[in-house]
C-alpha cells in the first residue's frame, strides 16, 4: 500500500485530532482551576453535587458521577456525594411525560437540593431548556452552580457561577473536551 498520498479517511482523522488538540491547548484554565476549587468545597462541607445533561452530556453527566464517586476516594478523607440525574429514568419520564420535558432535571433538584449543594449543568450547545431551567432552580435555591458548554457558551454561560466554555464550533470536540474535564478533575480530586 502506498502512504505517500494520503486517503480521505487519513486526511479526516488528521485533521479531526490537529483540531481536538488546538481544542484542548486552548482550554480555559481558570474556570478549571474555579470548579476544582468548587468540587473540593463541596467534599469537606459534605455537600451533594448533582449533574445533568442530555445525550452525550448526559452520557458525560454519568462518566462524571461514577468518577467523581468512586475515583476520588482516599482514606481519611471525605467522599464526594455525587448525583447524576439524567441516570433515574423513570423519574426523568414521569416528569417528562406529566410536566414537560423542561422539567426533567428541575423538578428533581427541588426535591433534593439544598443550599450550599453544586449543580453542574452540560450542554454543547449552553441551549437546552431543561438544563437551564434546572440552573434557574438550583439559584433559587442557593445551590454554586457551574456550566460546561462549548461554541460562545450560549445562554449558559449568564446563568452560572462558574462556566467553562469550550473554545470549539465542533459538538464532537467540545463533548472530547467535557470528558477530558471529568478526568482532569477526577484525578486532581484524587491526589488532593
Do not use: W
Request: hydrophobic share 40%.
Amino acid at each position: 500500500m502506498n502512504t505517500s498520498t494520503p486517503t480521505p479517511d487519513a486526511t479526516t482523522i488528521e485533521t479531526y485530532l490537529a483540531g481536538l488538540g488546538r481544542t484542548l491547548t486552548a482550554l480555559p484554565r481558570e474556570p478549571l482551576l474555579q470548579i476544582l476549587a468548587t468540587l473540593r468545597q463541596a467534599r469537606t462541607e459534605g455537600r451533594r453535587v448533582f449533574i445533568f445533561g442530555n445525550g452525550g452530556s448526559a452520557a458525560t453527566g454519568s462518566h462524571m458521577a461514577c468518577d467523581f464517586g468512586k475515583n476520588t476516594v482516599r482514606g481519611g478523607r471525605p467522599r464526594l456525594r455525587v448525583i447524576a440525574l439524567n441516570d433515574n429514568m423513570p423519574t426523568f419520564s414521569a416528569y417528562a411525560n406529566d410536566e414537560g420535558y423542561d422539567r426533567v432535571f428541575a423538578e428533581p433538584l427541588a426535591t433534593l437540593a439544598e443550599a450550599g449543594d453544586v449543580a453542574i449543568a452540560i450542554s454543547g450547545s449552553g441551549n437546552s431548556p431543561n438544563v437551564l431551567r434546572a440552573v434557574e432552580v438550583g439559584r433559587g435555591l442557593g445551590l454554586t452552580t457551574i456550566g460546561l458548554t462549548g461554541f460562545a457558551g450560549g445562554k449558559l454561560v449568564n446563568l452560572v457561577d462558574i462556566c467553562l466554555v469550550v473554545p470549539s464550533d465542533s459538538m464532537e470536540q467540545v463533548e472530547d473536551a467535557h470528558m477530558v474535564i471529568d478526568h482532569v478533575l477526577t484525578v486532581a480530586l484524587r491526589e488532593n
